[in-house]
């Protein structure tokens, strides 16, 4: 096992900069997960990481040693794709041990070390079989397997499970989860997908357009994100976002009209805002209450979503804004219907113009 270090990385394809100065340290046995918008840069970051592709400027460090100059093969790393990448003509067993093999390793060391990887992937029972008799999910757990078996310093993992259906994703990713508390291996996890992140992740890395826009703990950026790009882009479903001005407040909150003219005061933590100041108010979904007191956005409820234990509602307020809300089993709305949802303050994140979040109380965790 190994921490990762990326010093002041860039990357440049063509003229065009796609990875800029990254700094990021990933702790030996950490399970980190690289997220963001297509076209992001997070596959090139792993990429970078493997060897597989060079850096413009900065440096790779894995294990405490400079291996920016170094091919993937003296990295310490093992790579398991988007695509299983089985040979097709081999059985899972030799796929498996492949990599072994080629390394020149003793046929008893193959043989243990490929039946211990089974056991733990659940594969003792398909060693002889062919990639064409296996399902997805199996195919997927022969990659991992082979990768596992190699011992690595670090396991990257670039998209793995994007190729499966709903419900394989859910097992293979319960089982990627216990693969890494059994092991502790530093892990570093690309995906698109944000259950997958909050869920197997010790920490998040939010990249956009080349940089770090924010990394932490899960729950950090999902409760206190540094700006309003990484509020947009942690949490299914997405934050609602209003536009508002603010009107004022008192020590540690903000007063801000709402579209319809309610006025809301958010808690804030450090420096509020000026009378008049435009700001965005955000508020996740799960957040967004049917009956409370106070400030409230009322509309009609345009869209009904049911989804069997909650519905996801859509209000239009007063300025237009489509307003999300998860409503509870056990209550039920029809679309066309007014509503009237409220905000809860403490729920509320206030964003300045040019994106940056007003920093919420920390001792405040009811969201």
Do not use: W
């Amino acid at each position: 096992m190994a921490d990762v270090e990326l010093r002041g990385v860039r990357k440049r394809f063509d003229g065009t900069q796609v990875i800029r100065d990254v700094d990021l340290r990933i702790g030996d046995g950490e399970f980190c997960v690289f997220v963001g918008p297509s076209g992001c840069g997070k596959s090139t970051l792993l990429r970078l990481v493997a060897g597989l592709e060079s850096v413009s400027a900065g440096s790779v460090h894995i294990g405490g040693e400079d291996v920016t100059a170094r091919p993937p093969r003296e990295r310490g790393i093992a790579m398991v794709f988007q695509s299983y990448a089985l040979y097709p003509h081999m059985t899972v067993r030799e796929n498996i041990a492949f990599g072994l093999e080629m390394g020149r390793a003793r046929r008893a060391e193959i043989d243990a070390r490929v039946r211990d990887v089974a056991g733990k992937l659940e594969l003792a029972p398909l060693l002889d079989r062919l990639p064409k008799q296996l399902s997805g999910g199996q195919r997927q757990r022969v990659a991992i397997g082979r990768a596992i078996v190699r011992e690595p310093k670090v396991f990257l993992f670039d998209e793995p499970l994007s190729n499966l259906d709903a419900s394989l994703r859910v097992q293979m990713r319960i089982e990627i989860a216990r693969l890494h508390q059994s092991m502790r291996s530093t892990m570093i996890y690309v995906t698109h997908d944000q259950v997958e992140a909050m869920t197997l992740a010790d920490r998040i890395v939010v990249l956009n357009a080349g940089r770090v826009e924010q990394a932490g703990a899960p729950v950090e950026l999902y409760r206190h994100p540094r700006n309003i790009f990484v509020a947009g882009f942690i949490g299914s479903t997405r934050m609602n976002f209003l536009a508002v001005r603010a009107e004022g407040g008192s020590e540690g909150t903000v007063a801000v009209s709402l579209p319809g003219g309610a006025r809301l005061d958010v808690p804030v933590a450090g420096a509020g805002a000026r009378p008049g100041e435009a700001l965005t108010l955000g508020i996740r979904p799960e957040h967004v209450r049917l009956a409370g007191d106070g400030a409230a956005l009322s509309g009609p409820v345009e869209v009904v979503e049911e989804l069997g234990d909650e519905q996801l509602a859509y209000l239009r307020a007063s300025d237009g804004t489509l307003l999300t809300a998860r409503i509870p089993e056990g209550v039920r709305l029809r679309e066309g219907q007014p509503g009237r949802f409220h905000l809860p303050p403490a729920a509320c994140h206030l964003f300045r113009e040019d994106g940056t979040a007003l920093p919420r109380p920390r001792t405040d965790e009811r969201d």
